[in-house]
């Protein structure tokens, strides 16, 4: 197996089974308190989840979001996710297509819009891979797997830590700025577990940029994988950094409550693992909410009924939470009140749109 292909084997089994969660620091959504209405007058099996996304309609305003791909095992979760995103109506993101680029046998392994004809998928190049290449050959990425928009990400922390990591990330808001008006497809930014400050959006979304994917501490540390990945290949240079480093990053809570106000559309990850959260995500002005480790771990542990039973539960707790705030649809949910205490509002007020 080449060393991207051992990379994307090892990402897959410490997401599934290992300890790579933050270690102190929170998404902060349990500090968004939502207003209970005991008069909701509403049906609780007429709420409309459904919400409009790069030019599709969602049964409900959730993503299984970026993961994997590049390995025969990859392929396998990608499908099946993609299945099963394609038969509840969310839409479907792909894992780092780099591997396609470095390893073209690796390429089926990305290879879903067979099993979801109709699911919103969004494909997933790095920002310092997209650089070195001409929008016709990002394009052709996209066009093969077949994404209405395409993920730049953002993870300069992780590759500090990776072993044989990018050190060099120069030209990335010319890259940015250059692949919206070159691709045909709508470009969004995403973080890989670090969070996206004001600062950061502001720059973006001057370049035509519409959506950000925050991707946000309080999750899976992207830093916490490299760091054990670094620790197991010997690489103790690697290691140290990364324990520093292991809970580096803005909390999803925060980058979503200071995001929102700009006019972006934010997609929450980063620590997503539940219907409340997702609520508490939608009410601070996200737009989708994406769930990435939990899926990969139900899927896992039960298969497909088990992913299928935990976003039910997902669905279930999304749905108490609109009914419970008088919120007939997910853009009254957004509107619902609620009360922003402790860490979070200290981001809140202290960062600002800074």
């Known amino acids: 197996m080449s060393n991207i292909g051992k990379r994307k084997a090892d990402h897959i089994a410490l997401c599934a089974t290992g300890d790579v969660g933050f270690r102190r620091v929170s998404t902060l959504l349990q500090d968004v308190r939502l207003v209970h209405d005991a008069?909701?007058?509403l049906d609780a099996d007429a709420l409309d989840l459904t919400t409009e996304a790069f030019g599709k309609t969602l049964r409900a305003p959730l993503v299984i979001a970026s993961m994997t791909g590049g390995t025969e095992d990859a392929g396998r979760i990608n499908r099946e996710l993609a299945a099963l995103a394609e038969e509840r109506g969310y839409a479907f993101g792909l894992g780092s297509q780099r591997a396609m680029l470095v390893r073209p046998e690796s390429r089926p392994s990305f290879q879903v819009r067979d099993v979801a004809p109709t699911a919103p998928i969004l494909g997933n190049l790095g920002l310092v891979q997209a650089?070195?290449?001409?929008?016709?050959?990002?394009q052709s990425l996209v066009d093969e797997v077949g994404a209405d928009a395409l993920c730049i990400h953002l993870n300069p922390a992780m590759e500090l830590v990776q072993p044989g990591g990018d050190r060099d990330f120069r030209s990335g808001l010319e890259t940015i700025t250059r692949l919206v008006k070159e691709l045909r497809v709508p470009v969004i930014v995403k973080e890989t577990g670090c969070g996206i400050s004001p600062k950061v959006a502001k720059r973006v979304l001057g370049a035509g940029v519409e959506t950000i994917d925050v991707?946000?501490?309080g999750g899976t540390s992207w830093v916490g994988v490299?760091?054990?990945?670094?620790?197991?290949?010997?690489?103790t240079r690697s290691r140290s950094l990364g324990e520093a480093l292991w809970?580096?990053?803005?909390?999803?809570?925060v980058s979503v409550a200071t995001l929102a106000p700009l006019g972006a559309k934010v997609i929450a990850?980063?620590?997503?693992g539940s219907g409340m959260d997702a609520a508490r995500a939608l009410a601070l002005g996200a737009h989708l909410v994406g769930i990435a480790r939990p899926a990969l771990k139900a899927l896992h542990e039960g298969g497909r009924?088990?992913?299928d039973a935990f976003f039910d539960a997902v669905e279930a707790e999304l749905r108490a939470a609109m009914l419970l705030t008088g919120s007939a649809n997910v853009a009254a949910l957004r509107r619902a009140p609620k009360v922003i205490t402790g860490e979070l509002l200290l981001w809140i007020?202290?960062?600002g749109g800074a």
């Open 247 to 253: 809970d580096w990053g803005i909390p999803t809570g």
């Open 269 to 272: 990850t980063g620590g997503m």
């Open 39 to 41: 008069l909701p007058d």
């Open 215 to 217: 991707s946000g501490a």
């Open 131 to 138: 650089r070195g290449m001409t929008g016709a050959e990002v």
């Open 226 to 235: 490299e760091t054990l990945r670094a620790e197991e290949v010997g690489d």
């Open 305 to 307: 009924a088990g992913a």
């Open 349 to 351: 007020e202290q960062l």
